[in-house]
């Protein structure tokens, strides 16, 4: 999986690799039981602070994604917790999406199309 950060958005760096993590395992390129690189080599390789991707796996970590331990590093958790609702974070983001849609114009169908386009991580 390759991992683009956007040095210029206004979200940071850590939540960009997290977000992005997500999405692999959605789209399937992240596979159940997978194993992440360490966050040393992560870190080398994006050019970031370990520190970064430390926080970034720990997040993952607490919201069930992954596992880690010392001898095996981080892995992609085998069965990730079916919750069947949507955090309030989420729902608030989604809420200032929907609403910078509707100001530009987008209609209820194309913001619709875009939903159906990405469920289940297809893109």
Known sequence: MIIRIDELSDVPIYMQLR???VMGISSGELKSG?????????ALE????????SKAYQLLK??????????NGARIRTEIKKEASVSD???TELKRIVSEAY??????QELFDLIELYWGGEQ
């Open 19 to 21: 977000n992005q993590i």
């Open 34 to 42: 997978e194993q992440l690189p360490t966050v040393r080599n992560l």
């Open 46 to 53: 994006m050019g970031i602070n370990t520190m970064t991707v």
């Open 62 to 71: 607490t919201e069930g994604y992954i596992m880690t331990d010392r001898k």
């Open 89 to 91: 974070a989420n729902k």
């Open 103 to 108: 100001i530009s114009g987008v209609t209820k």
